[in-house]
Each structure stands twice: as C-alpha cells, then as structure tokens.
C-alpha cells in the first residue's frame, strides 16, 4: 500500500506563500484522483484541492480558487499544493490523500498563518 509523507509548511504571514509536497513511498499514485486534503483546529477535514491524475485536470472550492494550485509530478509519485495569497482561516494541518474524506493519509504538515 503507498504511504504518503507531506512536507513543506510552516509560519507565514498573511498575504504569503508556501507550497507543500506529497511523496508517495517509492510508488505512483494509484488512484485517477488525489487530493489535499485539511483539518483547521476544532474543524473536520475540509478538501481544498484534488487533481485528475491522468488527465490533470484540477478542481477547488471557491475559499481557495484563485490562490491554491494543484500539481502531480511526471512520474506520478509526488504530489504538490501551491499556497498564495494565505489567509489567517487558511492555518490547518494539510493532508495529501485518496478522497476527499482523507483516505490513505500520511501525517500532514502544519500551515500557520499569521502576523
């Protein structure tokens, strides 16, 4: 089974960027669609990105269209989210999984925004 394994966030300030990545453990993705997956405190998980693996089409909610982009390297085993423009309610740990409901998660990465 792949594992995945998020990196990449941290403390910004609002109004900047960060890009996390998603590696799968030495596999490509199996799955037609991935997504990033994140969980605010107090919250559930909320999807804000997924990405047609084969066709690479990119799908967002409207809190992040605009500022978030989804990618998948050629050999389809890493995962990345391109963050611009973060706001305060964007602070979350960010997951890279199966579904939306956070299948297959790894163990996320912290995403603090903040002045």
């Known amino acids: 089974q792949v594992q995945l394994v998020e990196s990449g966030g941290g403390l910004v300030q609002p109004g900047g960027s960060l890009s996390l990545s998603c590696a799968a453990s030495?596999?490509?993705?199996?799955?037609?669609?991935m997504y990033w997956v994140r969980q605010a405190p107090g919250k559930g998980l909320e999807w804000v990105s997924f990405?047609?693996?084969?066709?690479?089409?990119?799908y967002y909610p409207s809190s992040v269209k605009g500022r978030f982009r989804i990618s998948v390297n050629d050999a389809k085993d890493t995962l990345y989210l391109q963050m611009n423009d973060l706001k305060s309610e964007d602070t979350a740990v960010y997951y890279c999984?199966?579904?939306?409901?956070?299948?297959?998660r790894g163990r996320g990465t912290q995403v603090t925004v903040s002045s």
């Open positions: 990405i047609n693996t084969e066709d690479l089409s990119t």
């Open positions: 030495g596999f490509a993705f199996s799955d037609r669609y």
């Open positions: 999984a199966r579904n939306g409901n956070g299948l297959g």
